[in-house]
């Protein structure tokens, strides 16, 4: 059995389904059945399964990988804010003036 490390996709488990199948287009065939086998042997998602077998019988039948890397980023990968938090002073709220109750040093604030 294929360990993780061994993958042809790297980080695959946490890939999402949605994106897949453009990501195993750039595989050949001997890469798609590693993948295929590793997917039998752990989750087996029906959906993943289908794609995967759809394409290697189009490789199978004379289809070529589309080439590109199989490690870059796809347009529907979930993105993670590089630069941290987007809150500084700029984009703080109006300052509030605390209610009074139990605060001796707030005066009451007429209404």
Request: aromatic share 2%; proline share 12%; glycine share 8%.
């Amino acid at each position: 059995m294929t360990e993780h490390d061994q993958l042809p996709l790297p980080d695959y488990d946490h890939l999402p389904v949605e994106g897949l199948a453009s990501r195993i287009r750039t595989l050949d065939a001997q890469g798609l059945e590693t993948l295929l086998e590793y997917e039998r042997a752990h989750a087996d998602r029906v959906q993943v399964v289908t794609i995967m077998e759809n394409r290697l019988q189009s490789l199978r039948e004379g289809a070529q990988p589309s080439g590109g890397d199989p490690a870059a980023p796809a347009a529907d990968d979930p993105s993670h804010a590089a630069g941290g938090s987007k809150v500084s002073e700029a984009t703080t709220g109006p300052a509030m003036n605390p209610p009074s109750q139990g605060d001796p040093t707030n005066p009451a604030q007429p209404r």
